[in-house]
């Protein structure tokens, strides 16, 4: 049964186009809680476009399960996270210019600067994950620079409108995965999936945690937020939600 990290990113997001206090990430994070969760997903970017770091420190305070904190390789947002102390921090590439993560992060690029931050995390216990594109290359280098887990980035599958071309990212996905966890890393994946797509994705049973934001926040918009987390809880994990 795979388990459902829900990103609160956009509810912040709505939050700062007022600039006033509502609606609330960390009262979004709490009925996350409440419809099922498994965990919370907040990116803390450069900019601070949506979250800041009281809705960080707020979170770590309030979040009953596990905090999983996106975030770029540079050592100034390292430094919140070993002071707030997340459940897991995943490394995600970041420009400012882009609407949401785009593409993976590029490990056998930046080998050393993502080594030492890994090992930075781990010095303050803190497990760290990394969001990178079904390439089996980057994957073996995720590997290598001591990453205990990696977030396939579902993308490409999420934007694929032809059966064959879903089949294909599908296969690259599954391909993935199954690297990954004889590498003896932990498997995750998100990016773009809905209440359309996710469900084929369980069937690689190697994944074992999907991270989804956009298409929950905008389901809560019409439904509620533990409602629509509650659907997307019974699509990733149908048995736990018969419990």
Do not use: C, W
């Amino acid at each position: 049964m795979a388990k459902l990290g829900v990103n609160v990113d956009h509810v912040a997001t709505l939050r700062q186009a007022r600039g006033g206090r509502e609606p609330d990430p960390i009262a979004a994070a709490i009925l996350a809680d409440l419809g099922g969760a498994d965990g919370i997903v907040v990116h803390l970017r450069e900019d601070r476009r949506h979250i800041q770091e009281r809705d960080l420190k707020l979170l770590r305070d309030t979040v009953p399960n596990t905090l999983n904190l996106e975030m770029a390789v540079e050592e100034s947002v390292a430094k919140i996270a070993i002071q707030v102390r997340p459940d897991k921090v995943t490394l995600v590439p970041e420009r400012r210019q882009e609407l949401t993560t785009e593409g993976g992060l590029a490990v056998t690029e930046h080998r050393e600067r993502i080594k030492a931050l890994i090992r930075a995390m781990h010095n303050a216990q803190i497990p760290v994950s990394l969001f990178i594109d079904p390439d089996l290359s980057q994957i073996r280098a995720a590997q290598k620079v001591g990453a205990d887990a990696i977030e396939l980035h579902t993308g490409r599958y999420a934007n694929s409108r032809e059966s064959e071309e879903i089949e294909k990212e599908f296969q690259a996905l599954l391909e993935g995965a199954k690297l990954a966890h004889k590498l003896g890393l932990e498997v995750n994946a998100g990016h773009g999936l809905t209440y359309h797509n996710t469900q084929p994705l369980t069937e690689i049973h190697e994944i074992v945690e999907f991270n989804i934001g956009h298409s929950i926040i905008s389901r809560a918009v019409l439904v509620g937020m533990e409602r629509a987390v509650r659907e997307m809880k019974a699509l990733v994990s149908p048995l736990s939600s018969k419990i």
